[in-house]
């Protein structure tokens, strides 16, 4: 089962502040997922984003140009 997270709780295991976690799932840089108003994150997602040093997974996320 996929388990969602709030920006709150991907803030504090990517140790940053709020806002960058939301302007970072705008730039598409972080993976997540929109329900509504509010943004959730895949925690089993995110780990493998940091254990890949912060590199999109294949297929990316990034928004091309």
Request: hydrophobic share 40%; aromatic share 8%; proline share 3%.
């Amino acid at each position: 089962m996929l388990k969602l997270i709030s920006a709150e709780r991907t803030a504090e295991m990517l140790d940053e502040k709020i806002d960058a976690v939301y302007r970072f799932a705008r730039e598409g840089i972080l993976p997540c997922v929109r329900i509504g108003r509010k943004v959730k994150f895949s925690e089993k997602v995110l780990e493998e984003f940091i254990k890949t040093g912060g590199k999109a997974l294949p297929g990316g996320w990034r928004r091309e140009a």
